[in-house]
């Protein structure tokens, strides 16, 4: 899981999930839930990989909305 959060940080992603919501709350009174644990590890990883997924899908989106076709439409500025 710390690699999924790696490589959503490299992308420059905040990864958002319901415990970090939790965790910004419970900063308030100096605790934090630990998102290795057992438990919460699975929910996290599944959540991590669903939006690292999503990112990726919005960008062949946009790829393809560029397509090589449309370029000469663009300025060369």
């Given at each position: 899981?710390?690699?999924?959060?790696?490589?959503?940080n490299?992308m420059?992603?905040?990864?958002?999930?319901?415990?970090?919501?939790?965790n910004n709350?419970l900063?308030i009174?100096?605790?934090?839930?630990p998102?290795?644990?057992?438990?919460?590890r699975?929910?996290t990883?599944?959540?991590l990989?669903?939006?690292?997924?999503m990112?990726?899908?919005r960008i062949?989106k946009?790829?393809?909305?560029?397509?090589?076709t449309?370029l000469?439409?663009?300025?060369?500025?």
């Amino acid at each position: 899981m710390d690699g999924l959060i790696k490589i959503a940080n490299f992308m420059s992603l905040s990864p958002v999930t319901g415990f970090n919501i939790i965790n910004n709350v419970l900063k308030i009174f100096k605790l934090e839930i630990p998102l290795n644990t057992p438990g919460l590890r699975i929910i996290t990883k599944a959540i991590l990989v669903r939006e690292i997924n999503m990112y990726f899908a919005r960008i062949r989106k946009e790829d393809e909305s560029l397509s090589f076709t449309s370029l000469d439409k663009f300025s060369e500025d």
